[in-house]
């Protein structure tokens, strides 16, 4: 379950169980790595985190605990890619996480 909510940036291998990082940026770099391991180097990063329901919260990724659920910074709230309303910190439920994705620094 952990691969499907960072898909963009995890590729699996099913045979060995090991999962393989790879940069959104660059795909040629590869190191091994566990989710876990990718998720808390994110933490202090912009990061994009998308919904079920199809809402994408945008901040800084804050924290992470066991049950997936994500404490953002500076959190933004788009629907349909259209920005809707600003907040701090921002608590979001891990049952409700499609994937989190790791965004470029903002400027």
């Known amino acids: ?3 499907r909510r960072v ?4 590729v699996s291998t099913q045979s060995t169980g090991h999962y393989y990082i790879t940069n959104n ?6 190191r091994k790595q566990t989710p ?17 329901s ?13 049950y997936m659920n994500v404490i953002l910074e500076q959190t933004e709230e788009y629907m349909n890619g259209e920005l809707k309303n600003k907040y701090g ?3 979001i439920r891990g049952n409700n996480v499609l994937y ?8």
């Open 7 to 10: 898909r963009e940036a995890v």
């Open 89 to 91: 910190d921002t608590f």
């Open 54 to 66: 199809g809402v994408d919260y945008r901040g800084i990724f804050a924290n992470l605990d066991g």
């Open 1 to 3: 379950w952990y691969q």
């Open 25 to 30: 940026l660059r795909m040629s770099t590869v």
């Open 36 to 52: 876990n391991e990718f998720l808390k180097q994110l933490i202090g990063r912009p990061v994009v985190v998308k919904l079920s």
């Open 100 to 107: 989190i994705s790791a965004q470029k620094r903002r400027l």
